[in-house]
Structures are given as C-alpha cells and as structure tokens.
C-alpha cells in the first residue's frame, strides 16, 4: 500500500472508529439516571445536544466512509466478501434504524441505552475482523529469535516507561504547585510522593514486562497464540479501564453494562491490531508482541529517536491540561494517565536497542527492588497525609497508587451501597408524607406569603453572615440580620436530583429518581394547594417531573433554557406577579432553583471590570456579588409595599460545590464538608419571630417544609425519623436530639454516603465507587481538616449507614438486595 | 535458573504483592455484615422483630465468638426482649474486643440502672467519657446521670467539659445556670 493511500486508511478508519466511540461513549453516559437526568436531560452542555440531534444525519456520512473503506474487501475472494457483505448490511441497517426511530436522538437512562452503545461498537469489531483475515498470514510463523532478546527489549522498555512516566508526572505536579500552599509538598514531600509514584509505576510496568515475557514464552512455537493471548489481554485491561473510568463515574453497574465494557474493549483493540496489521510492512513479527508495538527501529539517529520521548512529555501535558479544564471525578485524568503510559510503552519498545540481552541477575534485582520497596515501605499517618496531598497534583501517582495499594473501604459493604443506591429496576409506590394528620386550610390572616430561593451550588462560606471575611454580599448579611441564620446547615444529599425532592417532602427519600407519584409524598404542596396559594415556580426538568401536569402553577421563566435560569432574572419576574398581589387575596409562594452558580458557567468565567477575589474562586464570587445585589433589590421592594414582615423568606441552595479544592469541581460525586454544608436563611413572619430557635444546632434542609407548616400555624410532627422538624418552636427535645444523634447523608447519583455526628462536627465519608473512606472534623474556627479512619469509626458508622438504608427501603417497602 | 523460571518467580512475586493484601483484607474469620446470615439477623433485629432475631444471633455467636457485631446486635436484641441482665453482659463482652466501644453508650449505663446498679451505671458513663473525650454528648450522659443521683458536683464538671466542647448548647448552659442556682460548688 503506498504511503498516501495508507494514510488515507487510517485517517478513515479513525474517523469511523471516532464516530462509533462517541456514540458508543454518549450512549452509556446516557445509561446513568443521574447522567441523563443532570446532564442530557438540561443540556448543560449545548455540543451534547447537538451531537444528538444531528447524529442520525452524520450517520449517513460515517456509513459512506464505511463503505469505502470496504471496497477491497467486497472485491476479495467469497468468504471475506460475504463477510464485507454482511457487515455492509448490519452497518446500512443501523443507520436506518437510528433515523428512523431516532435512536440516538432519544436515548434516556437504562439498559437500552447500553444496548445502543454495543450496537455501535459492533462494526469496528467487525472490521477488525475482517483487517485479520488479510493479515491473518503475519500470525501463521513462529518466534524466530532467541527469546532473551526479547525479554531485553521488553525489560528494557518498561524499566525505562516507569521511569519516564513517574519523571514527567513528577514535573508536572511541581508545577501544579507553584502557587499552592502545601506545606506538607516541600523538597522532603516532593521527593517521598516521587518515590511511591516510581515503586507504583515500576511494579506495573514490570509486571507487564512479566506477563508478555512468560505469554511470548508459553507460546513460543505459535505467534498466533502469543497473538490471542495478548489480544486478550489487552481487552480485558480495556474493559477494565471502560467500566472503572466510565461505569463507575456515571453509576452504571449489572450485566449491560458489563457488555459494554467488553465490547469497548473488543472494538479498541480491534481498531488497534487492524490499523497495525496493515501497516505491518516487509518481514513478518518476530514475536506476536511486535504487532501491537511496532518493531524497534534500527539505525535511526538518536536525536531522531529521542523525538517520540518528547512528544510523550507534551502529550502528557496536554491530556493533563484538558483534565484541567473539565473533569469528572478524575475520569479524563486518569484516561489521560493510561494513555501516555500505553503510548510511552511502546515508544520505549521501539527505541530499544534491537539486540538487547540483559543477564538474569539484573531482571531478579531490578523486578525485585519494587516488590521489596512495596512491602517494606510502611506509611505512618505523616507520611500517609504526605502522599494523600501529593495524589492531589500527581495524576499518574493517583491512578497507579488506586491500582497497586489495596483501598481503605470495605468491599462488601460498598457492593451493599451500590447495590441499594440509585435504585432503576425497582417499581416503588409513593408513601405518603404527612406532616399534620387532618391537614385543613388556616385562617386568611395567617397565610404569609412564602419565598423559596434556592441557588443551585451555592456555598455559605462565599457569604458574609457565614464567613465574616467576605465583603462583597452586604445585602445577604443585611436581611440576615433580620432573620434567623442556621449556621450549621447541611443538605442531606450532595446533588440537585434528590436534594430538591427532599426538600418539597420536608423528608429524606428512597434513593431512586423518582418514586412517582409524587404528589403524595409532596407535603409542602399539599399545604400549599389547600390553603389556596398561588404558586409561582421555574419548572426545571426536576420540578416538571415531580408536579407532572399540573394547571395550577404559574411558571416562572416560561420558555427560558434550564440552564439560563438566572436568580435577577427570575426575581424580576416574581416582583412584577406581586404587582397583582392585594392583601386578603390569594396568598402567593414563589419558588425557583436559580443556575446561576452552575459549574458549566464557572469554570470558565469571567468577572466584572474591577472586581477582586483574591483566594477565592473568582467568577463564583462575582456571581454572588451579583445575587447579593438582586436580592437586596428584591427585599427593599417588599419592604416598601409592606409585604416583608408578613413574608416567609427561605435562602439556601441545594448543596455546596466543590471549586478545585484539591483539584476537584462539582458535586454530584462527591461528599465532601463543601458539598454538604449549605447556606440557610430564613425570615420568618412577624408573629413568628418570638419562637425558640436553636441556630447552632444542626439542621436539613428537610427541616425547610415543616417551617413552612409552622409559619402558618400548624404543629408540624415528624412520624419517622427521616422527616424533618420546624426550626422554630419545635421543642428543646428535638434540638438535644439532632445535636447528638448521628446524622446520615448521601450523594443523590452514587453510592457514596456519610455519617455526620457531634452535631455536625465529624464526617465520615464512604465513597463505594472509588472504594475510600474518610473522616473530617471541624474546628472551633470552623475549617475542616481530614483524620485519620479508626477502625472504631468505621465499625461505628457503617452500621449507621446500613441501619438508614435498610430502614429507608423498609418504610418504601423494597426489600434491599446486592 | 533458567530463565523461564526466574520470569514464572518474579511474576508470583509481584502478583503476591499486589494481590496479596487485598486478600488479607478480605479474608480470615471475621465476619463479613453484608452476608447474609448477618443481613438476617440485622434485619431481623431493625425490623423489631428479636424473638425471632435472638436464635440466629446466637448461631453467629458461636460461629464468630470474637466478632463484636454480633455482641453488638444481641445486646439490641436483649434490650428489645427486657432481658437486661444478658444485655449487660453482652455489652460488656462488646467493650471488651470491640474497636469502636462507645457504642455501647449509654445503653450499657441504660442497662445497669433498669438493674438498679446505679453506681456501675456511672461508672460505665465514665467509661463512655474516656472512650470519646471529643464528644459533648458523653460528658451529658454522665452529667445527667450524676445529678439524678444527686451528684451535684460531678454533674457539674461534666456539664462544663459539655459546655467548653460545644459552647452553643442553649440546653447545657440551662443546665448548668439551673446547677448554680441549687449552690452546687465552684469547681
């Protein structure tokens, strides 16, 4: 094949393969609840959409390229045509089917999402196969060359990867550090996290070394079965990065999304092994090994030859760069990590010297240093806090070390969280959620009117009654000291998807999006419908599915984008319905989830002209200046129309964010003491302000709708312990109570939960995806700082957790299962 | 060696490095609480059920005589059955191998007083203290504790540690102003 015709294949192959991994790639992220309900469903990202809708007629395009490409096989001998054929059919078959029926248009969460993806990787499987039977000659030798120099070559190259990698991570994290404070990263710590990274690193590519050395070995005889072996192989560990990095991020777990891995797995290596059997020029492999790395190249000069080490730094770079930029629980970074390694590999392989012969007491010592330094190198609690600082900056040390050391958790118990979160295959009937037994509608006069601002991700530490170093939210402190701030306020679950339902229930939920019904679970709609209220609501798709149809409520931003849900923009609206509002009417509730602090719009945003945040993430902070700004605008109106003192105002958000502490963004993954502690500010009507009100005890912003009950007089009472009480008036007894009781939290997309205890002043955290747990407390300054896990701690809290989950799905009626 | 040999050592090396202390972690014969015999006796025992709890936790006792779970759970289980005497016992047994003792707080203390051993109750209380130094509500159960038993002064000292550990407790500085007002002594 000439050199122009070769690169027209690969470039077409690649655009094939590409195409089908997207798919394949958009459709398993739809799989998850929680990827569809918060990402796909809002269009947090409009490209998503777009690839979406346009796929059906780029699908057209990707067929044509296809078929193309498969003129030299329809031309071949019958066996391979018909094979052509028939991949052929399937392929013009999938298209028509996806424009038809809008398959991928319309992809939602569960298996048939999953089955779409398999269906996409199918034809690059296919492909392969058919790029095997032409190359299917190059297998047919055997290994003509003594075996040791092979295992030079492959010693030679992983020794020299190991090297290379922990090197080039190492640089990378020193100057991710450049303007951070770590006192703990100095020379000493810098150099220790450089040492574990090498040991990590040299075990794995050592032991890769090992393993294709004894399969070239094993099959010494046959390339072909060397071939299987490491094709195999190569499959599994592709599978294997499939369902940890996208599975795992996304929630998807059961038999489909196994198919998915494995199909992932099949279709990278095919495309792979087929782009290099056609390249494969002259003399076949030596060894089976040779067709996945290429042959080292013989008398190349070395400045020629030190190139592709170069473009692994930049490479590394870039990928690191890109993680930076958007990540999602370190999934693109640690892509990113495998990737260079696979790459490096196989530029160590190639630059090696074609007869190198390394004697056996070296390998011994060199493959034994790791193992030794692995099992000797105990990590005392500084050294541990040392490392875990030094995961942070060093992607390659984080994902080799989640590889090589065994992980903190429980593996049992996090197959019981996973098993019992985000339940999708489960028919679950509402329960119903009644705060007051015989709920009747309250006296006119006793019907405030009723705010409920909640600002999605928004932290309390970026406001001034929570943080007394903050300057710029004036108007928040001003109404705060007309309220009542609750300065220990947590959300029960780090996610919009079960944060918002739990707070229109006053109630924790089932983990599973959603049980409908919703309306009997709704308590404080309920209490809003009977007592004639108008509600005013931004229906985002969350709302929109928990009210269902609904003519009674009055949307708010009526055609505005989910994710252009502005806090100014939505208030503006509110204060022009108020103009309608005549005391003695129709009380008015007004609700919204207000996106201006969501992380797609910060990440890259800008701030105004003048403006400063030093420490502080700096367009999140001028989007609450900003807030802080309308809101003031807002209570100054109601004042003016003497509205305020007869006004119900709750500010809170439905959980905190993480903003690069510790280089991670977001919230749905994670429970961190940033995600979970939640600004809430409530101004109660005039006559309730006399109530007792503990401020420092901790509250749930299930503690919300039963203070909306109380505002209107009612008794509000909790019938289990997962139902919330009112902040004020409800008795020292439930105060006393929550301030010693463990409290349980959880993500709203994953199996990760946490016990809070002390009144809110330690967290445990087990994360049942990434298999960690840790403990946080909080001090008199109000930081947190991470402990150490005690057994004790461990022991403690996981009965906590196993006792709320089972009794949750008790009250639902599912019987928990793993 | 030959080489192949040396290649099969280094990799069983290796593998057992890597492999080896998640199989530790994993192994041995301590109970696993998500298999399902103990799934059924924690179910059974949330579920209110400890007639029907008590058999299968004392079938898991005799399999896993050190496993404090299980003297976890029969201690619930006595409790919920009004065997006080037994729950005593199987909350001491649970102090004594368990790594998270204080949570057997203040049940056991709970258990001595319905057997009218009210001193071992605040003895225990004690106890409860030294195993959770950091914890407000330790120092009030003690508190509480001594100033039914007309304690004055160790509720005294135990409500301060309370209040010095959590300063915003309306409830325990209600207490120890309602303390003061009785002329309980300075410390």
Known sequence: MSGRRRFSFVAARIAIAGFCWLTALYASVAASPFAYQQFIRPRVFNWVGTFSAWHATVAWLWLALLMGGLGRDLRASPPRRAAALALAAGAAGLVIWNATHSVVATLADGDRSLVVAVSWLAPLVALGALDHTRGAALLRARATEDPALLDGRMFIAALVSAVYVATVYAVLASIGLWNAFEPDLMTGGLAIGFGRALVDLLLIFLSAFLVVALVSRAAVRSLAAQYVALWGMLVALFASAFTVLVGAAVGLHGPASKAAAVAAGLSIVSVWTGLRLERWDGAGPRWAVEVFLGAPRAGVPTAVRLLPFAAVAVLAWALAAAANLYDWDFVVSKAGVLVVCLTMFVVAYRAASGDARIGERTIAIVCAAPVVAHVAWGVGPEQQHVLERYRVYNAAFRLADDLVRAAPGSPAFERYLKANSGFTDVDVAPIDIDFVPHLAPVPADRTPLIFLFVIDSLRPDYLEPYNPAIRFTPRIARFANESVVLRNAFTPYGGTGLSMPAIWAGSLLLHKQYVTPFARMNALDKLLQINGYRRLMSLDHITAELFGPDEGVEELDRGRPEMELDFCTTLGEIESKLDGYRPGGAPIFAQTRSLTLHMSKIRNGSVGEGESYPGLQAPYASRVRRIDSCFGAFVDRLKRRNLYDRSLIVLTSDHGEMLGEDGRWGHSYYLTPEVVQVPLIVHLPAWMRSSAIDPAAIVFSTDITPTVYASLGYDPRAVNRFMGSSIAGSGQEVWRGRRREAQVFAASYGAVYAVARRNGRRLYITDAINGRDTVYERGADGRWTEKPVTAGIRMADQIEIRRHVDELARLYRVTPHF | ?187
């Open chain 2, 1 to 187: 060696m030959k080489r192949p040999a040396l290649l099969v050592f280094l990799f069983v090396m290796v593998l057992a490095a890597l492999v080896g202390p998640r199989v530790g972690r994993t192994g041995g014969a301590t109970l696993d609480p998500v298999a399902p015999r103990a799934r059924d006796v924690e179910t059974t025992l949330e579920a209110g059920r400890f007639s029907d709890a008590l058999p299968l936790a004392l079938d898991l006792a005799r399999a896993y005589p050190r496993e404090p779970l299980v003297r976890y759970w029969l201690a619930r289980i006595y409790r919920g059955l009004s065997r006080f005497d037994d729950e005593a016992r199987a909350w001491e047994a649970f102090v004594e191998m368990s790594p998270a003792p204080q949570l057997a707080c203040p049940s056991l203390a709970e258990a001595y007083d319905r057997l009218g051993q009210h001193e071992r109750a605040l003895l225990d209380l004690e106890r409860c203290t030294r195993h959770e130094p950091e914890s407000p509500a330790r120092f009030i159960d003690l508190a509480e504790a001594a100033e039914r038993a007309g304690r004055y002064d160790r509720a005294l000292l135990a409500y301060r540690r309370a209040a010095s550990l959590d300063p915003d407790d309306p409830w325990v500085a209600e207490r120890l102003s309602r303390l003061a007002e009785r002329g309980a002594p300075a410390p």
